[in-house]
């Protein structure tokens, strides 16, 4: 079998914008956990195209948004030129004053490095600041991540969990990362939140190539239609109901408090 080496996941901002809207609506709910006050000083962590972070402006506070992607940093730029967009990685950004909050809606699950970026985060924070955070929890995707590895082992591929960009922790496991690094964690909940895909038939292909790309970047446009084509055969069963995908997500929710 062949091997792969792992690529850089290249983001499609307008990919992003046109096609996955429910990645910073339905993190507008988790804005309630942030609680924003008038005079608050907040960052934005995985800020995409800056939806979010323009919510929270929306309270009289000051926001900055960093994202690793400069697709998305510009994109932002252009979406809220009143505001503050940085190119920054979360594993080792640095501020040059401290938050009284740091936001993270959809962005933690990209991170494998968990530990630098709660060492990030916590040195971000003033004394007694808080960490508010959404991203994908144990189980997240099981069942695409899944068709994934079935496909590739069709088309005779390996090195497929090397190709495997997320990180999908317990609630155990990310609050005692937090706990050990100085934080107190005062929430942690694991939901299910099956989530419908846009686009109709198109969903699941229009995903993957959106959220799965690091396992498509290298293949053949051939070998590419053939996994989404194994992918799609394989879920059809169970994730495409009257005419829509709807994808299996599972999240994580965290505050913790810089003690």
């Known amino acids: 079998m062949n091997s792969i080496s792992i690529p850089k996941h290249n983001?499609?901002?307008f990919l992003y914008e046109d096609k996955h809207a429910f990645v910073w609506q339905y993190g507008e709910d988790l804005l309630q956990w942030l609680n924003?006050?008038?005079?608050e000083l907040i960052l934005d962590l995985g800020c995409g195209t800056g939806q979010l972070t323009a919510?929270?402006?929306e309270s009289g506070v000051e926001v900055m948004g960093i994202?690793?992607?400069?697709?998305?940093?510009?994109k932002a730029r252009?979406?809220?030129?009143?505001?503050r967009f940085e190119i920054a990685d979360a594993r080792n950004f640095q501020i040059d004053k401290l938050f009284d909050a740091v936001f993270s809606n959809a962005t933690l699950h990209w991170i494998k490095e968990a530990d630098a970026a709660i060492a990030s985060i916590y040195q971000a924070l003033k004394p007694g600041g808080r960490f508010v955070a959404e991203f994908g929890g144990k189980g997240n995707i099981q069942a695409i991540v899944q068709a994934l590895y079935i496909a590739f082992e069709q088309i005779g591929l390996s090195n497929l969990q090397?190709?495997?960009?997320?990180?999908f922790p317990s609630i155990s496991e990310y609050t005692t990362l937090?706990?050990?690094?100085?934080f107190e964690v005062t929430h942690a909940i694991l939901f299910a939140r099956p989530t419908p895909l846009a686009d109709g038939t198109a969903g699941i292909k229009n995903w993957i190539k959106m959220f799965g790309s690091d396992f498509l970047t290298q293949l053949s446009t051939q070998e590419q239609i053939q996994v989404i084509r194994i992918v799609e055969e394989y879920l059809k069963p169970t994730l495409y109901q009257d005419g829509n995908w709807m994808v299996d997500y599972r999240r994580i929710r965290i505050v913790a408090i810089k003690v």
């Open 178 to 182: 937090l706990e050990q690094q100085g």
């Open 55 to 57: 919510k929270i402006a």
């Open 36 to 39: 924003p006050k008038p005079g």
């Open 162 to 167: 090397a190709l495997n960009p997320w990180y």
């Open 67 to 74: 994202d690793s992607a400069a697709t998305m940093i510009e």
């Open 11 to 13: 983001w499609n901002a």
């Open 78 to 83: 252009q979406n809220y030129p009143h505001l």
